[in-house]
């Protein structure tokens, strides 16, 4: 293997991974190529060449320097097709994918359906790709959220109101989950879970009667959005609530420390598995070990445990 390229998706720690990525390589003598904006400059051969010096002082910046954008189009065989036409153009001998679910599962199809050798790094906000404890960008999302969440808070406090404060993770509820645990919340709707608002209603009418004055309920974006949740809260208190969304704030900012370390483990290790002829799968942290997990190897939803940290914040709020 003499030449690779990487291609990524965006949360915070994935410039420290590029980094770790092509700092690895150089150190291997492997040239490395970067593509720009994902599996669409993939497709139009947009491609940039990385060496030590062009990812430095990146290991603090939120986002990628190598861009995004969607493509849905890359779910087409002959877009497919395309792209592993562009890499062999360039002379690509392999190839590393940073992002979630969507990143990846284009990964396993260049690596199951066409043969060529993938290594996969997963970096999602969204916490979902399935076998993977955290991806890189989940530590750096959650305190985002967190430090609006302590914002909301002292308003909420001031103003004796009820908050609903909408947090992303698409259809995965582990973002949310730790919010709220972290965060102090009364009450978190997950997708995992069915709280039904009528008890939620309940409880708050309950609380208002022995002089409670403020509430925070967090809520998932793949649960409902907040304007529906303080809509029926709203109408089942008679209490007037207030909604927060906290949306692509969320994605971005300095990484924190623990998912810089995470990328620069990650990153290291997806070289040397292609070096090594150990492609076809990603690359993960396992009990603080480094682990290989082959793609379709933990199925295609991830299963969250969301039932003793909501137990845990029941008992707390």
């Known amino acids: 293997m003499k030449r690779i390229a990487l291609l990524t998706r965006d949360c915070g720690g994935v410039n420290a991974a590029i980094r770790a ?3 690895t390589a150089v150190a291997a003598g492997l ?23 062009s990812v430095s002082n990146i290991i603090g910046l939120g986002g990628t320097i190598l861009k995004t954008a969607r493509a849905e189009d890359f779910c087409r065989e002959e877009s ?10 360039r002379r690509i001998d392999g190839l ?10 284009g990964a396993r199809v260049l690596s199951q ?15 979902d790709v399935p076998g993977v404890r955290l991806a890189i960008g989940t530590d750096t999302a959650l305190n985002v959220a967190l ?15 009820i908050f609903v404060v909408e947090v992303m993770g698409r259809n995965c509820g582990w973002l949310a989950m730790q919010v709220a645990l972290s965060g ?5 709707l997950l997708p995992e879970k069915d709280v039904p608002i009528d008890a939620l209603c309940a409880e ?6 022995r002089g409670k004055a403020s509430w925070i309920i967090v809520v998932a974006e793949g649960r409902a959005t907040a304007a529906d949740v303080a809509e029926a809260v709203s109408a089942g208190t008679g209490l007037e609530t207030r909604i927060a969304v906290l949306g692509h704030i969320q994605r971005g900012g300095r990484p924190t420390a623990a998912d810089r370390i995470m990328a620069a483990r990650l990153g290291h290790a997806a070289v040397e598995a292609l070096v090594e002829g150990c492609a076809g799968g990603l690359v993960h942290i396992l009990d603080d070990r480094l682990e290989f997990l082959p793609f379709g190897a933990a199925g295609e939803v991830k299963i969250t445990d969301i039932e003793a940290d909501y137990h845990l914040l029941k008992v707390l709020s």
């Open 21 to 23: 990525v092509v700092r």
């Open 31 to 53: 040239e490395v190529e970067g593509v720009m904006r994902g599996y669409a400059g993939l497709m139009s051969g947009d491609f940039v060449p990385l060496d030590r010096r």
């Open 80 to 89: 497919q097709r395309l792209g592993l036409a562009r890499l062999r153009e």
């Open 96 to 105: 590393i994918v940073i992002g979630g679910n969507g990143s990846l599962a």
């Open 113 to 127: 359906v066409h043969g060529f050798p993938v290594v996969g790094i997963p970096a999602t906000i969204d916490n």
């Open 147 to 161: 430090d609006a969440l302590d914002k909301i808070r002292d308003t909420a406090t001031s103003l004796e109101r």
């Open 184 to 188: 102090g919340c009364e009450e978190v």
């Open 204 to 209: 708050i009418r309950e609380g208002r009667a």
